[in-house]
């Protein structure tokens, strides 16, 4: 790997954004050991991946009230009613095709894992964004960008697999999957390195476009379908919490330490 204190290149932009998001599917290894598809199974699986994506929602929403903007306060709340309108107009979308297929699922299953992986997918524009524009501060800190962002990505990538594999889908695919949503940030990161003035004021709006987004698709689908499988299993609401709260203390332990290192 080449050395940090290296001049920043399109070469270069392009490899550590790339590896970020390929290190997504690593995520999915821990469920190798998942045999059983059972109601208790999928409702602590999307309550976990629920936690982890309400971790990043904040995350991500800080980080864009953080940005050295005039405005950047208003630029994230204007991403997060993007975000919002964005979720409703796809949910709306995917509830019309009620036949619609993904992977091994369908019907209701496979639109509310369809509408989280378009989430994971969207939120991975803005990550891109922050790696080009890291890179024209200086080389050293963009490799640091990318590396916090490759750590991020392994629970975001777990978050797709938890979905996915406790109803069926092979850990190889589901790992694919949570490769795929993490593609935009290499396709983002050279246009932002590029163009950096452009890019950069973009950068709030697409951080609150992504937290709203995934936040929505925690709350009003993730949680519920969890509900409605404990339900089944004869389980309890404080199971669910305790669940989601350490998923979440989690994700949000992680980000703060990469936060942290980087100060």
Known sequence: MASAAAPATVGRVLFYSTLTALTTGLGALPLLSCRAVTPRNIAFSN???????LAASVSLALEGLCTPLPDARLRVLVGAGLGYLFIVATRSFLQRHE????????????QKTLLLIVVM?????????????SFN????FGVY????????????GLAVA???????TPVVKAALWAVISSLPQPLMALPAFLFVRQFGGVLPVGLGFAAAAMAHVACFELLPESREEMAKAKG????????????FAAMLAVQMALHEASE
């Open 99 to 110: 036949d619609i297929k993904f992977s091994s699922l369908q019907g209701a299953n496979a």
């Open 236 to 247: 309890s609401d404080v199971e669910l919490l305790g669940v989601l709260g350490g998923a």
């Open 137 to 140: 501060d200086r080389a050293q």
């Open 145 to 156: 960008v990318s590396t916090a962002l490759a750590i991020h990505n392994i629970p975001e």
């Open 121 to 133: 997918t969207a939120h991975s524009f803005a990550e891109g964004v922050g790696i080009g524009v």
């Open 47 to 53: 309550c976990a991946a629920a936690g982890m994506c």
């Open 162 to 168: 938890l979905v996915l594999v406790p109803q069926g």
